[in-house]
C-alpha cells in the first residue's frame, strides 16, 4: 500500500471509529487495527491521535 494510501485510510477510519464511539473512547491501537496496520506503523504516518484528529478537521 502506498504512503498517501495509507494516510487516507487512516483518515477515513479514525472519522468512522470517533463518528461511532468518540473521540475518547477510540485508541490509536484500534485505528491501526481497522486500517490492517501496527500502531507503530500508524507512527509513522500520525505522530498522535490528535494528528489524526487534526487532519479529519
Given at each position: ?11 477515513d477510519k ?34 498522535s ?9
Open positions: 500500500m502506498k504512503q498517501e494510501d495509507t494516510k487516507e485510510k487512516i483518515v479514525a472519522l468512522e471509529l470517533f463518528s461511532i464511539k468518540g473521540y475518547e473512547a477510540v485508541s490509536v491501537n484500534e485505528i491501526a487495527k481497522a486500517v490492517g496496520i501496527r500502531a507503530s506503523s500508524l507512527y509513522n504516518h500520525y505522530p491521535k490528535q494528528a489524526i484528529f487534526d487532519a479529519i478537521v
